[in-house]
């Protein structure tokens, strides 16, 4: 048994310096083939020992080991028994040594697809009833008390994603696992959730003895699904898809709710993973990513300023993408993808200076990557990369020509801290000016935006040009939201004061008869124009953006906002839940009024680009 312990501690060791980033190789780098005897060596009872009722299997034990899971990453890929080794270096890495107390306090995985994440967190479920099973007295050890509940949850978006996993990989090994199978299993009756050795309602029908009740449940993504529940271990899966909007983060609030619950009850001894593939750049599950960096980073500078005490236990993260998964060794040729063009070089290397802008894909594996890249760039830089995208399909296709359409030397001419437009703001050019207006109302939230222009000059091609005076977001509270008179009164404003010839006001629909007819006393002319009905605007934008026919000064709202424009089955132009457009639309508006009413003359529509 000392053997044993001393070899566990071994490959502890290893997978901790490595975390602290010591540059030691893993276990399966180093050849390191721990073989045990599970049967013979931990089955049956300790009388020795005052915690377990049974010796638990150290993690590479219970993957491996013939009386438990009996997978074989050395097998071929085609074997039934067959591991993926990255899953089998991940759970050892993650769990550490300690049954108890997993090495990580968390665990942050972001992956490309077909990675085997949903069957990672299967046998990670698995494990943790089984070291819980092994216990005398689960509940009074970990401090809830005799017999009281236990809880291991999976949550997801909805519950029936997270009952998938529950009721098929956590069941699927359960029902693998010889130790399972001989000791505990799952009570058949109860099908919401997985429950091991919960005492009988019927009291007459108690044994004398106590009962571990161990429960592994579905949740879903509100907060509330784990009320009640004494969480030891909980896993968010499909982190990335977690509904995030400007006013509310649902990720967040359950992490939070989670984190509370293992704390609260466990101390320093629970475990919580977040697990998806990634999407969007700010999503919560690239957030988590992002934090567990910046964890590590601070790690490996021996700054422990990350620690809230001296044994907090570190962040395990995995980035990983879809050929690091399934084809670990490959050991020939490359081909680049940009991560922000999403240009595609197949012979040679990228600059040095410029390698970390670039993904390396194998060039030649059965998997074909560079067929997918070809058809799909975004998708396949998104799925099979495992890297983060503004949008998942991209309006502007070509990115960069957002960047060069902002003029960096005009500033802008609002100055949110003093609340008022810059010294000097003033019409450059004595000429009909449109203006228009967006007023977005989501659940909770009133937007605002109102953008101001005017034709200047044509280009070589006889094309008329587009310069834009003023783009401006204005932020409600969903409990005040922005008065329509102050709307008004900024259009009043740029007109009387500024002196800017406006003589088209477009309005998107959502304001009301009242704001029209009051515009239409004042002298403007009128008109309804929608940006979401109809793509001809944001098609007239991007038109005016690609061929170098607009004039704006840099705002970093509205260019994060174009950027995060999606297209949606080629007819509609939408945005990600936690981005607005209000800036982007009012942009597209004003384009769209000044193009289609150049000097009341030359009408040209969107067909005509």
Not at 219 to 235: D, R
Not at 373 to 389: Q, S, W
Not at 438 to 444: A, T
């Amino acid at each position: 048994m000392a053997g044993r312990k001393k070899l566990r501690a071994k490959v502890a060791k290893k997978w901790l310096e490595k975390q602290a980033g010591s540059g030691h190789m893993s276990w399966r780098e180093q050849g390191e083939k721990t073989i045990y005897d599970p049967f013979s060596m931990c089955q049956d009872a300790l009388v020795d020992s005052d915690i377990w009722e049974y010796q638990p299997a150290h993690v590479y034990e219970f993957i491996t080991g013939k009386e438990f899971l009996g997978y074989n990453p050395d097998l071929p890929k085609t074997h039934p028994d067959y591991i993926k080794p990255c899953i089998v270096d991940d759970l050892i890495a993650l769990w550490g040594d300690d049954p108890l107390r997993p090495a990580c306090r968390e665990a942050v995985l972001s992956e490309a697809i077909g990675t085997g994440k949903s069957f990672r967190l299967g046998i990670l479920i698995a494990y943790a009833t089984h070291v819980l099973l092994c216990l005398k007295h689960p509940g009074a050890l970990l401090g809830t008390g005799h017999e009281s509940k236990v809880a291991i949850v999976n949550v997801s978006i909805n519950e029936e994603n997270s009952r998938r996993v529950v009721f098929g990989e956590v069941q699927t090994q359960v029902n693998r696992c010889m130790w399972f199978n001989r000791y505990y299993m799952p009570n058949p009756k109860i099908t919401s959730m997985l429950v091991f050795d919960a005492p009988p309602i019927n009291v007459q029908k108690r044994e004398p003895r106590v009962y571990k009740n161990i429960n592994v449940l579905p949740g879903h993504s509100k907060a509330t699904s784990v009320v009640g529940f004494s969480v030891w271990l909980a896993a968010m899966d499909e982190a990335s898809l977690y509904q995030h909007s400007r006013n509310h983060d649902y990720g967040a609030d359950l992490y939070n709710a989670l984190t509370r619950r293992i704390t609260s009850r466990y101390a320093d001894t629970g475990l919580l993973v977040c697990a998806g593939s990634p999407m969007y750049t700010d999503d919560f599950l690239a957030r988590k990513v992002s934090e567990a960096r910046e964890e590590e980073q601070r790690r490996k500078a021996n700054d422990d300023s990350w620690r809230i005490n001296p044994n907090q236990r570190p962040i395990f993260c995995v980035e990983r993408s879809h050929w690091e998964a399934h084809h670990p060794n490959y050991n020939g040729e490359y081909f680049y993808v940009s991560k922000h063009t999403f240009t595609i070089h197949t012979k040679g290397t990228p600059p040095a200076n410029e390698l970390r802008d670039w993904l390396a894909v194998p060039l030649n594996t059965a998997d074909n990557y560079l067929n997918e890249f070809e058809k799909d760039p975004i998708g396949a830089l998104r799925d099979l990369g495992g890297v983060t995208v503004d949008a998942l399909q991209p309006f502007f296709e070509l990115p960069e020509k957002i960047e060069e359409a902002f003029d960096l030397k005009r500033k802008d001419v609002w100055n949110e801290r003093t609340r008022q437009y810059e010294v000097g703001f003033h019409p450059l050019l004595d000429v009909p000016h449109a203006l228009h207006v967006d007023l977005s109302k989501m659940k909770g939230l009133d937007a605002c935006g109102i953008a101001l222009g005017h034709i200047h000059g044509k280009n070589d091609l006889g094309e008329p040009c587009v310069y834009i005076d003023m783009v401006r977001r204005i932020q409600g509270k969903p409990d005040a939201p922005i008065p329509i008179e102050y709307v008004r009164n900024i259009i009043y404003e740029l007109r009387d004061m500024r002196k800017f010839n406006i003589q088209r006001v477009t309005l998107d629909g959502f304001q009301n008869v009242e704001m029209s007819y009051e515009l239409e006393k004042h002298g403007f002319i009128v008109e309804y124009l929608s940006v979401d009905r109809t793509m001809g605007p944001y098609e007239v934008l991007k038109t005016l953006i690609y061929n170098k026919r607009i004039m704006m000064y840099y705002h970093p709202v509205l260019a994060n906002e174009l950027h995060r424009l999606e297209l949606v089955d080629n007819k509609k132009i939408d945005h990600p839940r936690n981005v607005g457009k209000d800036m982007a639309d009012a942009l597209a508006g004003v384009c769209q009024s000044l193009i289609q009413h150049n000097d009341g003359i030359v009408r040209v529509t969107a067909d005509i680009f």
